[in-house]
């Protein structure tokens, strides 16, 4: 365009006729379209294009669509190299196949994470085979960090890699992944080398964590969890409250009241040391005498010195405070709560060998104790982790519900019947089938066959007479046709679409179908080439009909509603616990696998069974 070409005035006739306030603005518009026009101007001589640029330019939209053109023509070669890059990049993060491939690479990690165990040495060939594995991963992981800060940015963007604490995460993984390939491949035997990749081996033990970054839903969990922490510390507080009320109460009833006297067969050569701590003493020929000493001849702790015993104390004990509380948080876990409890209400006074059963009170102790801080305590925390999910979902905006449902653990507000559509259907049959169903004694008809059927279910038992067999078998086929009767009335009252769309009648469904290949295998039991064990299942699923029994009860018909609506949540859950597991069986094998149990110094609680090899 040529340079000495303005954009057009209007005409003083139409200005003129404009107001103050409109003339302003028309006169600010002028500068714009003025200004827009020289920056195009500009551009042009600076980098020259093959199209030209209409004018005049009457409109601001079409400066626009010229500048717009304008740097899509001379943008630089380098940033839109780049800019394509990153897209590339952020299309391969975003994509559905990305995000399952690291989820099965880091399930595959975890798997090959098991194969690890202290008592691998270097020099085998399976060590080397997960040292290979190791590396390949580290690389793989790498190039996917490579890729997210590609798209992303390192820093610096709102979205940028490490922005994200669960990319932080990665990172510190990865880090710790590559200084363990290091210090493996070097085979220093330094003391800061052994110290470094002790403590990167303990940091790897934490890749599964990788899980809960790419499923949502255990995500959304763990972010529950994580809210919950701060009110959570409110209720630790208040516990440990307790745990100080009991250990203090605790210290005043069994302080130095639980050691005991160690003996049993005594090897001694002084038979009145024998008889007079109530011993039975037997000298064979040729052979050492031998003091038949048993625990509960021995009172006091000068008793068990002369019998020759030890005077020892119990693992869990009272005698301090801070022992007093290892005691009460063992009891709370439930792990072995009886016997302490036994040990304490055996126990006499201090030097005092234990009777059995000398105290009462301390049953009513324990008992105490669980109830108020094993129970409900407990269900204080459970209650602050739903509070803060039920938060978390009503926050959230991109979960939605399977068919519909509510997906707060709340009591369901729809009403779920099992009963069919409300408007009758056409057909003399069919008709007569909703009559019969909707009528008010239909379901409660079906209620007191289905409780008799449960009570006559109860009443089985070993060694039953045969008669008595034969005629449970006979009135379960009869309860099955009642059942499969119930069943298709229902249907035909309304239609099969409309019968299964309700949750109690795909279960009555089910209970009909498990019954009829129950009956059909009672009768045919004798010959069937199955496992009893198999033909058992079967059997096992006539439990359901209790269901049925739940249905007529509408505040248990709901919480079972709400059993159903949560059991995803619960999945995700098992699913966070089970990943919780993993690394801390993981960071238990780094730290407790290289544990030497000997007779001089035995591991208590670490077996055969149960240990971190």
């Known amino acids: 365009a040529p340079e000495n070409e303005t954009l057009p005035e209007q005409s003083s006739a139409a200005s003129s006729t404009l107001s103050l306030p409109e003339q302003g603005q028309s006169e600010m518009t002028n500068g714009i379209h003025q200004a827009n026009h020289q920056t195009a101007l500009d551009l042009v001589a600076a980098f020259p294009i093959q199209s030209s640029i209409p004018d005049p330019l009457p409109s601001s939209s079409r400066v626009q669509q010229f500048r717009k053109s304008v740097t899509s023509r001379i943008a630089w070669p380098e940033a839109a190299r780049r800019r394509s890059f990153s897209t590339r990049c952020k299309k391969i993060v975003a994509s559905s196949w990305f995000k399952n491939g690291t989820l099965l690479l880091v399930i595959v990690n975890a798997a090959f994470l098991t194969l690890e165990r202290p008592s691998l040495k270097p020099s085998d060939p399976e060590s080397q085979v997960l040292r290979v594995v190791d590396i390949v991963f580290s690389i793989l992981w790498t190039l996917e960090a490579g890729l997210r800060i590609s798209a992303y940015g390192f820093l610096q963007p709102k979205r940028a890699y490490l922005r994200s604490g669960w990319n932080r995460v990665d990172a510190v993984i990865l880090l710790a992944s590559w200084t363990s390939v290091v210090l493996s491949s070097t085979g220093s035997d330094s003391i800061t080398a052994l110290v470094l990749g002790k403590i990167t081996r303990i940091i790897v033990t934490m890749k599964p964590l990788r899980i809960v970054q790419r499923i949502s839903s255990v995500k959304q969990t763990m972010q529950t969890l994580y809210m919950s922490i701060r009110p959570i510390s409110n209720l630790l507080l208040m516990g440990f409250v307790f745990y100080l009320i009991f250990a203090i109460w605790g210290l005043q009833l069994f302080s130095g009241k639980m050691m005991y006297c160690s003996t049993g067969l005594i090897d001694t050569t002084v038979e009145d040391v024998c008889l007079r701590a109530g011993g039975s003493w037997s000298a064979p020929l040729l052979a050492t005498g031998k003091c038949n000493l048993q625990s509960r001849y021995v009172y006091t702790k000068e008793d068990c010195y002369i019998a020759g015993g030890r005077w020892k104390n119990r693992t869990y004990n009272f005698d301090n405070l801070l022992q007093a509380i290892l005691t009460l948080f063992v009891v709370s876990s439930l792990d072995g709560w009886v016997e302490i409890m036994y040990h304490c209400s055996d126990a006499v006074g201090e030097d005092m060998h234990p009777q059995q059963d000398h105290s009462w009170l301390a049953v009513v102790y324990f008992v105490l104790f669980l109830l108020i801080v094993g129970y409900f305590v407990v269900s204080m925390f459970v209650g602050v982790i739903v509070e803060n999910f039920q938060l978390t979902m009503a926050n959230s905006q991109d979960t939605v519900s399977d068919e519909g449902e509510n997906t707060d653990l709340s009591l369901p507000t729809e009403n779920d019947e099992s009963t069919p559509l409300s ?52 009135l379960n086929v009869v309860f099955t046709v009642g059942y499969g009767a119930e069943m298709g009335l229902k249907i035909g009252a309304s239609s099969v679409k409309a019968y299964f769309s309700s949750w109690w009648n795909r279960v009555d469904a089910l209970i009909v179908l498990t019954s009829a290949t129950g009956c059909i295998i009672d009768f045919l039991d004798a ?77 208590q609680g670490i077996s055969v069974h149960a240990n971190f090899e």
């Open 527 to 603: 010959s069937l080439p199955v496992s009893p064990s198999a033909i058992n299942v079967f059997k096992i699923f006539r439990i359901l009909r209790i269901l049925k029994l739940a249905k007529a009860a509408p505040g248990l018909a709901s919480l079972i509603l709400t059993v159903r609506s949560s059991t995803k949540h619960v999945l995700n859950l098992g699913v966070l616990l089970c990943i919780l597991f993993f690394i801390s069986s993981s960071l238990g094998m780094e730290l407790f696998g290289r544990i030497a149990c000997t007779p001089e110094s035995p591991c």
């Open 423 to 474: 408007a009758p259907p056409s057909g003399l049959i069919w008709r007569g089938c909703y009559r019969i169903v909707h009528s008010k004694h239909f379901e409660t008809l079906f209620t007191t066959v289905t409780l008799v059927n449960v009570t006559l279910m109860a009443t089985e038992h070993h060694n039953q007479p045969k008669w008595y067999v034969g005629t449970l078998l006979y």
